[in-house]
C-alpha cells in the first residue's frame, strides 16, 4: 500500500487584514516556509519561524486548478487500477472551515463536474460500460454524512432518514439503509452527483462560507465537525450487491473541519463535538502514517470512520478479496489559507503533515493533529481573556451609587442592608448544601472502595502502587521511546549528510570523468586527424615515389631512344665515310688506269711505277687514318672525349664557388655585427622609452588621485550642505503637493522634514515634523514613476511630459522648479526621485534644481553604501596600495531608474551597438550626447588619464550617470582603467 501527501496553500478572496504579508509561501516541491504574523508574535506565539518538509506542495486558488492538479498528479491511472488491477482508492480532504476542500472534491452548483470525484468516477463509468456485458460486475453509489451519533444523513435522497451504523462483532460497524444509485452511464453519474452537490451545499452551507455578513457570526464562527463520504462500490454480480459484499471500493472522504471552535473550554456540547471530531482526525492521520511506514499493525479500531475503512485497505479477516484485490492507493490532501485569521490552524495542519512525511511518522507522545506548544499557548490566551471577562464583571457587580461630585458613596441605604442579609443567606444555605454533598459524596466514596476492593481482592493503596509502578514503567518506556527516536534522528541526518557528501563526491566525479572524456576525445580527434595527415603524407610520398620512378623510367627510355638515334646516326656517318674512301680509292684507281692508257696511246715515255703506287699508298694511308681516329671521334657512347679538360673546368669550378662562400661568410659576419649594434641601441632607446612612460603614467596617476580626492571633498561639501537643508516639493499619495524644508541629521542617519512659514524659512528645527531613518530605506527610484506620481498627473500626461524633458545635448536644466501642475510635473523628471521605505510606505520628492536633486541622490549612495562592483574592486586596490584595510559593508538599498527611457525617436540611435543601446535606455543618457563624450573621452584617453570626474564635466551628467557611463566605456575596453 502507499500513501500520497500534498499541501494546497489558498489566499482567501477577502483577506481580513489586507495588506499584511502572507503566513505561508510555497518554496518549492517539497517544502513551505511559516512566518508568525505580527499579531500573533505580540501575543506571544510559540513559533516565529518555519521552514517544513512536505511530500508536495503547491499554491492554488481556484477549485477548477485544484481538481485539474490532483487528477494529473494522483489520479491518472487510477481508473484502470480500480477495474483491472480491482485496487481501492481512498482520498481524504483535510483543512479547516471555510477552505474549498468539498468544493473542490465533489464540484459545486455552478459546475457540478468540475470536481476531481466527478473526473475520475465518468473516467470508471466509460470504461466499466466496455467491459460490463463481459464481467458482469455493477457499480453503486452512495453519499452521506457521518456524525457523532449513529444515525447517518443520506445526501442521495435527502428524504431517506432510515441511514444508520450498525455495529457486528464479526464484521466491524457497516452503514445500511442509504440509497445506492447505479451508475450505467455517465448521465446517471451527473444526476447523481447534481443531487449530492446541492444536498451537501445545504447541509455544509454554514461553513461554506469564507467571510460572514455580520461581527457576531466572524467572532463566533459556526462549527460543523461531521464527514461527508461519497462511495462507489463495484459488485461482482448482482447476489454480491444483495449481500453487500463489493469486490473493491472508491472512497473520497472530506473530513470535518479541525480548527478549534470559538466555544470549546465554555460550551459542552461543541467541546465534546471538537473532542470527536479530533479522534476521527487523529485515527485517519494514524492509518495514513501506518501505511507510509510500511507498519504491520494499521490502528483502524481508533474511530468509526477507520473501523469503516477497513475492508476499502484489505484488512478485513476471512475476505477473499483481500488476496485478489492491488494494494489500496490513499491521497491525503490537504488545504489551508495563507492569511493572518487561520495562522494558527495553518500551523497545526503543517505540523501534522510535516510529521507525516518524517521516516518515524506520527510515534511519539502528544496530540497527532494538534502541536503541543501551540495548544498551550491558546488556552493560556483564553485564560488571560476569562480573567479579563471576570475583571470586568467584578467591577459591575462591585460598583456602589454615589451623589454627584461626591468621592464617597452612599452610606445607611437601607436596600443595601436588605441585599447584604439575602445574600448572606444564601451564602449560609449554599455552604450548608456544599457541605451535605460532600459529606455525602465522601460516604458514597467509601462504600464504592469497598466494593471495589471486595471485588478485584486489592486495597486502594495497592491500586496506587501498582497505579505509580505502571507511571514509572511508562516514563521509562517514554524515555527509552525519546532516546530511540533521537537515535534514528541522528542516524537519518548522518545517512543524509553521507548521503548528499556522495552525491556531492558522485558529481564532481562525473564532472572528472566528463572532463577527462572530453580531453580524451579532443587528444584522439588529434590523433585521428595526425594519422589522417600522416596517411596522406605516406600516400603522397608513394605517389611521388612512383611518379618519380615512371618519370626515371620515362627518361631512361627516352635516352634510350635518343642514345640509339645517335648511335644510328653515327654509324650511318662512318658508313657513308667510309663509302666516300671507298670510292676515293677506286677514282684514283681510274685515274691511275688512264694515265697509264694516256700514256700508252701517246708514245710518250712512261712514268715511272713507283709514283703510282707512292698515290695509291697515300691515299689508302689517309682512309686508313680515318678508319683509324674517325670511331674516336664520332664515340658511339655518352663519354666525354677530353677528360682533361673536364677536369680542370671542376678544378675552376671548385675554386669559384670555394671564393664566393668565402665572401659570402665575410659579409655575414659584418651583417650579425651591425645587428647586434643596433640590438644594443634598441635596448638603450626601449629603457629610454619605459622611464619617459613611467614618468608619464605617474604624473597621469597624480592628476586622476588629484580629481578623485576632490570629488570625494565635494561629496563631503554636498552632505555639509544637506546637512544644512533646502526645500523641496512633497507630493502625497491623495494627491496633496506641499513644499517642505528637508535636511539630513549630524549624525546622517535621518532625514528630517519640518514645515516652511510665510516667508519659505523652517519653522522649527529641532522639532521636526517628520523624520525617516535611512536603514528604513528599501529602494531608491530616481525619476516620477511612482504610483502616486501617475495619480497626480496621469499616466499618459506624465509619459509624454516626461519624453519632452530629454534633449539631444543631456537633461541639465538651470531654470528653478516653478509650481507644480499636473502638465509640467514630467518636465521636472530628472530632479525628482521617490523613497520606498519598509513598511511600504513611499516619499515622493521634486527638488529645486538639478543639482540639488543631484546632492541628494550622490548623498543616498553614499549613505546607503551603494558601489558597483567596479567601485568596489578599485576601492581594495587603493587599500592593497596603501596598506590598510577595507571596510565595505553590502548595500542598504538599492538607487535605480523607475523604468528605461524611450529612445527610439532621439537622433543618433542607429549608430549605437546594441550594448550602448541598452545602456542608453536603462541610464537615460541621449543617444546623441552618448556619441560625443565617447568620442572626446576615447580622444582624451590618449593623452591622459579619463576619471569619472572627467565624464561629468564633459557630458554635463550627474554622477550617477556619470559613473555608469565611465564604468560601461572601460568595460568595452574603449579607454584604459587607472592603474592602481
Keep these: 500500500m502507499e500513501a500520497k501527501l500534498h499541501l494546497f496553500v489558498h489566499e482567501p478572496a477577502a483577506p481580513s487584514f489586507p495588506g499584511s504579508p502572507p503566513a505561508v509561501q510555497v518554496v518549492s516541491e517539497g517544502s513551505v516556509v511559516f512566518r508568525t504574523p505580527q499579531l500573533l508574535s505580540d501575543a506571544g506565539f510559540p513559533v516565529s519561524e518555519v521552514t517544513a518538509q512536505v511530500e508536495s506542495c503547491s499554491a492554488l486558488q481556484t477549485a477548477q486548478q485544484i481538481a485539474a492538479d490532483v487528477g494529473q498528479r494522483f489520479l491518472s491511472h487510477s481508473a484502470s487500477d480500480f477495474l483491472t488491477d480491482r485496487r481501492n482508492v481512498v482520498v481524504y480532504a483535510y483543512g479547516p472551515r471555510a477552505t474549498p476542500k468539498r468544493q473542490a472534491m465533489f464540484g459545486t452548483s455552478v459546475d457540478v463536474t468540475g470536481g476531481y470525484a466527478f473526473k475520475l468516477l465518468a473516467a470508471v463509468v466509460k470504461q466499466h460500460q466496455q467491459q460490463a456485458v463481459s464481467t458482469g460486475s455493477i457499480l453503486t453509489l452512495s453519499c452521506y454524512v457521518l456524525g457523532g451519533s449513529e444515525s447517518v444523513q443520506d445526501l442521495v435522497n435527502v428524504s431517506n432518514e432510515l441511514g444508520i451504523v450498525v455495529d457486528s462483532v464479526k464484521e466491524g460497524p457497516r452503514i445500511i439503509h442509504v440509497d445506492k444509485q447505479r451508475l450505467q452511464s455517465v448521465t446517471d453519474l451527473q444526476n447523481a452527483m447534481t443531487a449530492v452537490v446541492k444536498n451537501y451545499e445545504t447541509v455544509f452551507q454554514a461553513v461554506l462560507p469564507e467571510r460572514f455578513a455580520t461581527l457576531e457570526e ?194 445607611n441605604i437601607q436596600e443595601e442592608r436588605r441585599i447584604g442579609a439575602i445574600q448572606k443567606k444564601r451564602d449560609e444555605a449554599r455552604e450548608r448544601a456544599q457541605q451535605e454533598i460532600r459529606t455525602k459524596a465522601q460516604d458514597e466514596a467509601k462504600r464504592m472502595i469497598e466494593d471495589i476492593e471486595k471485588q478485584s481482592a486489592m486495597t486502594l493503596s495497592q491500586l496506587e502502587q501498582t497505579l505509580e509502578a505502571k507511571r514509572k514503567e511508562n516514563l521509562e518506556l517514554q524515555g527509552e521511546r525519546a532516546k530511540r527516536v533521537k537515535e534514528y534522528e541522528r542516524t537519518l541526518e548522518k545517512i543524509r549528510k553521507r548521503k548528499e557528501e556522495e552525491d556531492v563526491l558522485v558529481a564532481n566525479l562525473r564532472t572528472e570523468i566528463a572532463t577527462l572524456e572530453e580531453a580524451l576525445a579532443e587528444r584522439q580527434a588529434v590523433i585521428e586527424k595526425k594519422k589522417k595527415h600522416l596517411e596522406l603524407a605516406n600516400l603522397d610520398q608513394a605517389r611521388g615515389r612512383e611518379a618519380i620512378l615512371k618519370e626515371r623510367e620515362t627518361i631512361k627510355a627516352e635516352r634510350a631512344r635518343i642514345f640509339a638515334e645517335r648511335k644510328q646516326q653515327r654509324e650511318h656517318w662512318i658508313r657513308q665515310i667510309r663509302e666516300l674512301n671507298e670510292k676515293v680509292l677506286h677514282q684514283v684507281r681510274l685515274l691511275a688506269e688512264e694515265r697509264k692508257k694516256q700514256v700508252g696511246t ?46 680542370s673546368i671542376r678544378k675552376q669550378l671548385d675554386e669559384y664557388f670555394a671564393q664566393e662562400k668565402a665572401t659570402y661568410a665575410e659579409k ?277 588619464v579619463v576619471t569619472v570626474y572627467d565624464v561629468r564635466v564633459t557630458s554635463t551628467l550627474d554622477l550617477l550617470r556619470s559613473q555608469a557611463l565611465y564604468e560601461h566605456l572601460i568595460d568595452r575596453r574603449l579607454i584604459p582603467p587607472p592603474n592602481i
Excluded at 630 to 638: E, F, V, Y
Excluded at 681 to 705: C, F, G, I, P, S
Aim: overall charge neutral; some cysteine.
Design 218 to 411: 466572524e467572532a463566533m464562527p459556526p462549527y460543523v465537525p461531521d464527514n461527508m463520504i461519497l462511495v462507489v462500490h463495484r459488485y461482482d454480480d448482482e447476489e454480491s450487491m444483495r449481500n453487500n459484499f463489493e469486490a473493491n471500493s472508491i472512497h473520497f472522504i472530506a473530513l470535518g473541519d479541525c480548527e478549534r471552535p470559538a466555544l470549546c473550554g465554555i460550551d459542552a456540547g461543541q467541546l465534546a463535538a471538537y473532542e470527536k471530531a479530533h479522534k476521527t482526525l487523529a485515527s485517519v492521520a494514524g492509518v495514513v502514517s501506518a501505511v507510509r511506514c510500511n507498519r504491520l499493525r494499521v490502528p483502524y479500531g481508533k474511530s468509526k470512520l477507520s473501523l469503516l475503512l477497513k475492508r476499502a485497505y484489505n484488512g478485513e479477516k476471512s475476505n477473499p478479496n483481500n488476496a485478489k484485490n492491488a494494494p489500496t492507493t490513499s491521497v491525503l490532501l490537504a488545504h489551508v489559507f495563507n492569511d493572518v485569521a487561520h495562522a494558527e490552524e495553518t500551523f497545526h495542519v503543517i505540523s501534522m503533515l510535516r510529521r507525516l512525511s518524517s521516516m518515524l511518522g506520527v510515534s511519539g507522545f502528544g496530540s497527532v493533529t494538534r502541536d503541543l506548544a501551540v495548544d498551550k499557548w491558546r488556552l493560556e490566551q483564553d485564560i488571560l481573556e476569562l480573567k479579563d471577562e471576570l475583571t470586568i464583571a467584578r467591577a459591575v457587580h462591585d460598583y456602589r451609587p454615589c451623589i454627584f461630585d461626591q468621592p464617597k458613596p452612599v452610606q
Design 602 to 647: 701517246a708514245g710518250s715515255a712512261p712514268l715511272p711505277p713507283e709514283d703510282h703506287d707512292e698515290t695509291e699508298e697515300s691515299v689508302l694511308e689517309d682512309i686508313q687514318t680515318i678508319d683509324k681516329y674517325l670511331p674516336k671521334l664520332i664515340s658511339l657512347d655518352d663519354v666525354p672525349s677530353d677528360v682533361d679538360t673536364t677536369d
Design 668 to 944: 655575414l659576419q659584418e651583417e650579425r655585427t651591425r645587428k647586434e649594434k643596433l640590438e644594443r641601441a634598441l635596448e638603450v632607446y626601449k629603457a629610454r622609452m619605459q622611464e619617459t612612460q613611467n614618468t608619464k603614467r605617474k604624473e597621469h596617476l597624480q592628476d586622476a588621485l588629484k580629481k578623485e580626492q576632490h570629488l570625494q571633498s565635494l561629496v563631503d561639501q554636498v552632505l555639509q550642505y544637506l546637512q544644512h537643508g533646502l526645500r523641496m516639493t512633497k507630493i502625497s499619495s491623495r494627491g496633496n503637493v506641499r513644499r517642505r524644508f528637508f535636511f539630513l541629521s549630524e549624525d546622517c542617519k535621518r532625514i528630517h522634514a519640518t514645515e516652511l512659514d510665510d516667508c519659505g524659512m523652517p519653522v522649527n528645527r529641532k522639532k521636526p515634523t517628520a523624520t525617516v531613518y535611512l536603514k528604513d530605506i528599501k529602494k531608491v527610484v530616481i525619476g516620477m514613476y511612482s504610483p502616486s506620481f501617475a495619480s497626480y498627473a496621469g499616466e499618459s500626461q506624465l509619459a509624454a511630459a516626461r519624453l519632452r524633458a530629454v534633449r539631444d545635448d543631456g537633461t541639465f536644466n538651470q531654470a528653478q522648479t516653478p509650481p507644480i501642475t499636473p502638465q509640467n510635473l514630467g518636465l521636472n523628471n530628472y530632479r525628482a526621485f521617490a523613497l520606498q521605505l519598509r513598511g511600504g510606505k513611499t516619499l515622493e520628492l521634486v527638488c529645486e534644481s538639478d543639482s540639488d536633486c543631484e546632492a541628494w541622490l550622490v548623498a543616498l549612495k553614499r549613505l546607503l553604501n551603494c558601489k558597483s562592483a567596479f567601485e568596489r574592486e578599485l576601492e581594495r586596490r587603493v587599500a592593497m596600495r596603501d596598506g590598510t584595510s577595507v571596510v565595505s559593508g553590502d548595500a542598504l538599498a538599492d538607487i535605480q531608474w523607475g523604468a528605461n527611457l524611450d529612445i527610439r525617436s532621439l537622433n543618433g540611435l542607429s549608430k549605437l551597438t546594441p550594448e550602448e543601446t541598452l545602456l542608453c535606455s536603462e541610464q537615460h543618457i541621449p543617444p546623441a550626447l552618448f556619441l560625443r563624450c565617447k568620442s572626446e573621452l576615447v580622444e582624451r584617453s590618449q593623452s591622459s
